[in-house]
């Protein structure tokens, strides 16, 4: 394999890494294999070169996926899907499903800290309170929204009251979901 | 952990992995180039350490993350290439790097101490 070749062959093999990595090094790591090149051959450049991607690809992509940031969307997303997949069970009558509800509580409340990590630095009391506030607005309107949807609710369940219903759905699961994430999001730490 | 004057206590990032230690310690030296360290660091290993190039990389984008290593305003000399990027240690990388030399060194004189020949 020539030069260019070689180059060319290793470029392409450098988008396994994630992108900040191979942004940010990707010519300094082609220089390197060009160096090797030079001192050791081909042959033993490579040979060390293909050590070096199998051992650190899986393990920058690892590290790349466990960044506390991306380890807090995560649990967020997981909690929040939860809670809403056990609010909808109830109404689909999957009532097994309902046992999703303290499942997500558990995990927003032991994973506080790591869900609030990013976040506190900016202003957690803040944020939570914020998060709270709006969790009891959309419970508050929860009765709200059944009382005006209570002339369009009779006997029979037409189109109104499906997308009344819809709403007042949609309404519970963001109120849990609020709740949720606020009493998960910890209170700043007092500066002293 | 940052004490009172608001920069971080060396003793917070021991014990370092092996690998930002070699390369801290070939940075002792002066400003490097990555292929330069790469070869430091096998020669102050005995050809033990063998980095690859992302291996290298990696913790030298580690280092810098934490402060202990920046990028040198140092350019490659005329008769190589210029886009290289030379590295250097900070105070902080320096404080660290003694740290965990005193650390070692002092591992190292327990052990040579109860492994004395004739204790055996």
Redesign the interface.
Known sequence: MGAGSAVRVYRSLLLL?PRD?RD??A???V???T??SDELGPRRAWR??A???V???P??RMETLMKQERVSTLLTVAITVMAAAGITSVFIGLYPGVLLLPLAAVVAITQRSKLARSIDIVDGTRLRRKRLRTAAVLAASLPVIYLVSLPILGDQWGTDAQVAFGLWATVLIAAVCYFITGIATPKSRAIS | MPDAGGSPDPQSFLPLPQAQFHVLVALTAGDRHGYAIMGAVEESSGGVVRMGPATLYGTLKKLVARGLVEESDRRALSDDDERRRYYRLTGLGQAVCRAEADRLSALVRITRSNLRPGLA
Do not use: H, M, P, W
């Open positions: 890494y990595f940010r090094y010519d300094d790591l220089q390197t294999l160096d090797l060390r070169v050590l070096d991607l051992v650190t690809v393990r920058y």
